[in-house]
């Protein structure tokens, strides 16, 4: 009896798997990208490495904004490597910290000519962090919001010269259960889900502000949920769930190069400038969650970030 369970279930995965592999969506598109600029941040790993690559593969010059130098460094050569593309480099800026943040833009706006694509990918999810960070933020809103999003608006500039260009943010399925409805709570901890969820719905809130406030200017933006994947994003969790977490990721989910392409469908697809401000899963439009519907949660976000990023 037990081994025909066993069977059974090894069958309900093996099927699961396969429907699975068959609906993941691909970028087919296979727009050259020679002579554009990208920046990926957190390419140094996970979708965000499998983004770089990819750009890479198409010819741009690729900027990694990585936190860890041996990892950026590793990072590029593997790219180099596989693309045979020279034009790869890697900046370190932590996004956690905004200081860090405005020095990596200050140095992006220094050397560089143009941006045609910014892909804000990276993210974190940890456990239990109750403390603030230096600019009083939870450090999570700090990494997967607040540092992305005072990155974009100082490159702003940059990527309306190189118009037309795009602004592409990893956002994720979290979002949809995220609690957030008061923005006096933007930095408040109850749990990492919490948190993550909230962080997760400001990059779509974020993304329908910003796609109101670049009406004519030639440069788009899109937020996605890249599927479940097995990447790093474990790393800092409880070991025994981790294990878990790790184990069903690897079964039942999306490999990072299947994570990555509907952040690479945003990034190059051809004629979806008029989907600007949506929300994509699997290369496909999906309709925005209830949780994002909501324009004075948006218009007030991008008011407090403002002022909580001190931008002037
Ligand atoms: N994996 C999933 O199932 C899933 C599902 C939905 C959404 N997402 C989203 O997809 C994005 C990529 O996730 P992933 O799964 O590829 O994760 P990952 O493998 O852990 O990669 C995350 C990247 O972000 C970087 N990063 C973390 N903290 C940073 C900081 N303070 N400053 C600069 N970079 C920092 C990491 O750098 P280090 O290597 O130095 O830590 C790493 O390169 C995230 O935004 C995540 O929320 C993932």
Same mark, same amino acid.
């Given at each position: 009896m037990f081994v025909y369970i066993i069977i059974s279930i090894v069958c309900l995965l093996v099927i699961y798997k396969i429907y699975f592999k068959l609906t993941v969506g691909w970028c087919r598109c296979n727009v050259c990208l020679v002579g554009k600029t990208v920046l990926v941040t957190g390419a140094n790993n996970g979708i965000g490495y499998e983004t770089a690559c990819d750009m890479a593969k198409r010819g741009a010059k690729v900027i990694l904004a990585c936190r860890n130098e041996k990892r950026a460094k590793d990072a590029m050569r593997r790219i180099i490597e596989e @693309?045979?593309? *020279?034009n790869v480099s890697y900046k370190i800026v932590d996004l956690g910290s905004l200081e860090s943040v405005r020095e990596f833009a200050k140095e992006i706006i220094s050397c560089e000519d143009r941006l045609d694509i910014l892909i804000n990918n990276a993210g974190m999810q940890a456990p239990g962090i109750r403390h603030m960070t230096e600019d009083g933020l939870h450090p999570i809103m700090a990494v997967n919001y607040f540092g992305p999003f005072l990155l974009t608006n100082l490159l702003l500039d940059l990527l309306k010269k190189s118009a037309p260009s795009r602004i592409v943010n990893v956002a994720s399925f979290a979002a949809k259960s995220s609690k957030f409805t008061k923005l006096a709570d933007i930095n408040t901890f109850q749990s990492m889900y919490d948190v993550y969820s909230r962080s997760k719905l400001c990059n779509i809130l974020f993304t329908i502000s910003l796609h109101e406030k670049l009406q004519s200017t030639g440069v788009t933006t899109y937020t996605l949920h890249p599927g479940a994947i097995s990447t790093n994003? @474990?790393? !800092?969790? !409880?070991p025994g769930f981790k294990n878990i977490l790790d184990f069903c990721l690897y079964w039942m989910f999306k490999t990072p190069i299947e994570g990555a392409q509907t952040t690479i469908h945003c990034a190059v697809? *051809?004629?979806?400038?008029?989907?600007?401000?949506s929300l994509f899963s699997d290369c496909r439009i999906v309709e925005l969650y209830k949780t994002a519907k909501n324009p004075e949660l948006a218009k007030g976000l991008w008011s407090l970030s403002e002022k909580l990023v001190k931008l002037e």
């Open positions: @693309t045979d593309n *020279k994003m @474990t790393h !800092q969790m !409880q697809a *051809k004629n979806i400038e008029k989907y600007s401000g």
